[in-house]
C-alpha cells in the first residue's frame, strides 16, 4: 500500500510569485485536506478536498487554492506569495472525510519564501 | 471555538524514564482526540486517537493517552523511553468545518532524550 506523497520536497520562490503543490493520496483514499505549518507551530487547516469539490475551508486568503483530480491526487497553488507563506505545507488523506476518520500525513513541501 | 493548548513548549527526559506530555482541549460537543508524532524531516504519524468508550486508549510505539473529560485533558503517556522517542508530539481535535473535518492543533512538545 502507497502512502501519501509529496512533491517537491522544498521550494524557494520570491515574493510576488506563484507556486504549486502537488500531493498523492493514499490508495482507496478519496478525500484530501491541506495544512500549513508555521516554523515552530503546529499545523493549520487551510482547506478540504472530497471526490473533486471543496467542503469546507479555514481562515486563508482566497489566493490559496485547490485542486482534486478523478484519480484523488490533489494540488495546493499559491498566488501573490508573501514572506509569511514560508512553511511546511502538509497534505493528509483520508477514507471519507468523516469526523472519526483518521488522517494520514505525506513529508510535505518546505516552503521558503524571499 | 476549537482550541487546544499543550503547555510544555520542550520537554527531556532520560532515557527509560517515564514520560507524560500534556495536552488540554476547548471543544463544546464530544471530541475526536488525536495524538500524533512529527520526526525531523518528516509527516504526521499518528500514534492513538481517541473516539468514544474506554477512556484510556493504547497506541504504537508503546504509548497510552488517558482522556479526562472534567478536566478536558488528553494526557499521552510511556512508561520507558527510548531514544528514538525524541521528536515533536501534536495533540489534535477532529471539528467540523462546512462539511469537512479538520484537525486543530497544538503548538507541540519537543521530546529531547538523555542517554
Known amino acids: 500500500e502507497t502512502g501519501v506523497t509529496q512533491s517537491p520536497t522544498h521550494l524557494i520562490k520570491t515574493r510576488g510569485q506563484q507556486v504549486t503543490l502537488r500531493c498523492s493520496s493514499q490508495?482507496?483514499?478519496?478525500?484530501v485536506s491541506w495544512y500549513q505549518q508555521a516554523l515552530g507551530q503546529g499545523p493549520q487547516f487551510i482547506f478540504q478536498?472530497?471526490?473533486?469539490?471543496?467542503?469546507g475551508r479555514g481562515n486563508f486568503p482566497p489566493r490559496f487554492s485547490g485542486l482534486q483530480f478523478p484519480n484523488y491526487s490533489s494540488e495546493l497553488n499559491v498566488n501573490a506569495l508573501e514572506l509569511d507563506d514560508s512553511a511546511l505545507y502538509l497534505c493528509?488523506?483520508?477514507?471519507?472525510?468523516?469526523?472519526?476518520?483518521?488522517?494520514?500525513f505525506g513529508p510535505g513541501t518546505r516552503l521558503t519564501v524571499l | 471555538a476549537q482550541s487546544v493548548t499543550q503547555p510544555d513548549i520542550h520537554i527531556t527526559v532520560s532515557e527509560g524514564a517515564s514520560l507524560e506530555l500534556r495536552c488540554n482541549y476547548s471543544?463544546?460537543?464530544?471530541?475526536?482526540l488525536f495524538w500524533y508524532v512529527q520526526s525531523p524531516g518528516q509527516g504526521l504519524q499518528l500514534l492513538l486517537k481517541?473516539?468514544?468508550?474506554?477512556?484510556l486508549v493504547q497506541g504504537i510505539k508503546g504509548f497510552e493517552a488517558e482522556f479526562k473529560r472534567s478536566q478536558s485533558s488528553f494526557n499521552l503517556r510511556k512508561p520507558s523511553v527510548h531514544w528514538s522517542d525524541a521528536a515533536e508530539y501534536f495533540c489534535?481535535?477532529?471539528?467540523?468545518?462546512?462539511?469537512?473535518?479538520?484537525?486543530?492543533f497544538g503548538q507541540g512538545t519537543r521530546l529531547t532524550i538523555n542517554p
Open positions: 471543544y463544546g460537543a464530544t471530541p475526536y
Open positions: 481517541y473516539f468514544s468508550g474506554d477512556t
Open positions: 478536498y472530497y471526490r473533486e469539490e471543496e467542503n
Open positions: 489534535a481535535v477532529g471539528a467540523g468545518v462546512q462539511g469537512a473535518q479538520k484537525l486543530v
Open positions: 490508495s482507496g483514499h478519496n478525500t
Open positions: 493528509a488523506s483520508s477514507l471519507k472525510g468523516g469526523l472519526t476518520d483518521t488522517q494520514y
